[in-house]
């Protein structure tokens, strides 16, 4: 977790200062899989995509691996292979994600967790893992309540993040991130004890069970967020950094605060950003000059495939795609427009299914598909690759790197 010890990148070696200015669009959960009661067809073979099937026409096109066959990521692991980091050699807890996210001053001794608010029924049991996505304004105020609770032996932080997510941090002596989720990620079981991973993480599990129970009885009458659930134990990681390791001048154009705090522990800038997908391309062309490399977030096709929605799904892509041509004007020399995991509308959830994944470059070939799905990706040159070399397709179809050996 956030201790692990990870080697250097031998790429610094081969990059080259530049001018050249990459985009990476991520549409979060973009992957999917074909739907029987859709005619077959997957959300994005099904949404109006004039715009991304146009730039498909002019662009290389595959599929990746978030991870590695049959691994299903979670938002952190798929995320940090499309920066370039082995998501198997930097791992992270998401409370360290959410807590940089929010800007929180995470000290190095502090423990992070991801909390979400969630609903129980009179056994206890989990009946809604969200709370029926509370709004922002009543988290804020079940989190001040819950800033109360006091646990000999540690400071505990609560803060709201967004909808019914959370940020628990936990502040005092020797404590450690070798501790289990709460959370049992599935409906009609109990919150979990929150277990030693560790020897070193037995005392840490007990400050938070105490935590936990303390905040039970603070929110036994408050409906529909009547408990909540804890994940992603971590502290504060040190990594390699994009500006050294790329020599990139990057920024992150996400809302929510998770994939900002995700973006700035790779040494991104996180950029203010509204929630619209309009708002994003409008951010990055007011920084246009500033920097030469943009992670632009688009986090509402994930909500609607764990949501089961399919045809929202489908009209999020849509939204996506109207917003194209302002990306197209801004001239990029690399645009890269992917997921960072499959959340199909039919199994609700992430799932391990390679993700679309198409390259524009002045640079590069077009493989001749007629549109931007995933009958049409099948026929890519990419092929399925893992999504840690995306990167390096970038870095090259940029000008980036120079050539490696004699």
């Not at 989990?126 to 309540?145: F, K, M, Q, Y």
């Not at 409906?187 to 400050?207: F, I, R, S, W």
Request: aromatic share 6%; proline share 7%; charged share 25%.
């Amino acid at each position: 977790m956030g201790g692990h010890e990870v080697s250097e990148s031998p790429l610094p070696s081969l990059v080259l200062d530049g001018t050249s200015r990459i985009v990476l669009l991520v549409m979060d959960g973009l992957g999917d899989l074909p739907d029987p009661a859709h005619g077959g067809h997957t959300p994005l073979a099904a949404a109006r995509t004039p715009n991304l099937d146009a730039l498909a026409r002019r662009s290389a096109l595959g599929r990746l691996l978030p991870v590695s066959p049959g691994i299903t990521p979670g938002s952190g692991p798929g995320h940090l292979g499309l920066f370039g980091y082995d998501p198997l050699e930097y791992q992270i807890g998401r409370g360290v994600l959410e807590a940089t996210g929010i800007d929180f001053d995470l000290q190095p001794s502090d423990v992070a967790a991801r909390g979400n608010f969630c609903t129980v029924d009179g056994e206890g049991k989990i009946t809604d893992r969200r709370a029926g996505r509370i709004s922002t304004e009543v988290c804020a105020e079940l989190c001040a309540e819950l800033s109360k609770i006091s646990v000999p032996g540690v400071q505990a932080f609560v803060e709201p993040v967004r909808e019914h997510r959370f940020v628990l941090v936990l502040r005092g002596e020797g404590l450690s991130e070798a501790v289990s989720d709460t959370d049992p990620e599935r409906l009609g079981e109990k919150p979990l004890a929150a277990l030693a991973t560790a020897t070193d993480g037995e005392a840490t599990g007990k400050l938070v069970n105490k935590w936990t129970a303390g905040a039970g009885k603070v929110l036994a009458d408050k409906s529909p967020a009547n408990m909540l659930l804890l994940r992603g134990f971590a502290k504060r990681p040190s990594w390699p950094q994009m500006p050294e390791t790329f020599r990139l001048r990057a920024a992150a154009v996400a809302h929510y605060p998770m994939y900002r705090g995700l973006a700035k522990l790779v040494g991104m800038d996180a950029l203010p950003v509204g929630p619209k997908i309009e708002d994003s391309i409008a951010t990055v062309a007011e920084n246009w000059g500033r920097y030469d490399f943009f992670f632009v977030h688009y986090k509402y096709t994930d909500t609607a495939g764990e949501d089961g929605d399919y045809d929202r799904k489908a009209d999020k892509i849509s939204e996506v795609d109207a917003a194209i041509p302002g990306i197209i004007d801004l001239d990029p020399d690399v645009l890269m427009v992917t997921g960072d995991h499959s959340t199909p509308a039919i199994m609700a959830a992430h799932s391990w299914h390679p993700v679309p994944f198409m390259l524009r470059s002045k640079l590069g070939r077009a493989d001749g598909c007629e549109s931007f799905n995933e009958i049409e990706l099948t026929k890519g040159s990419l092929g399925t690759f893992p999504a840690k070399e995306a990167m390096a397709l970038a870095m090259a179809h940029a000008r980036r790197f120079r050539k490696f050996g004699a």
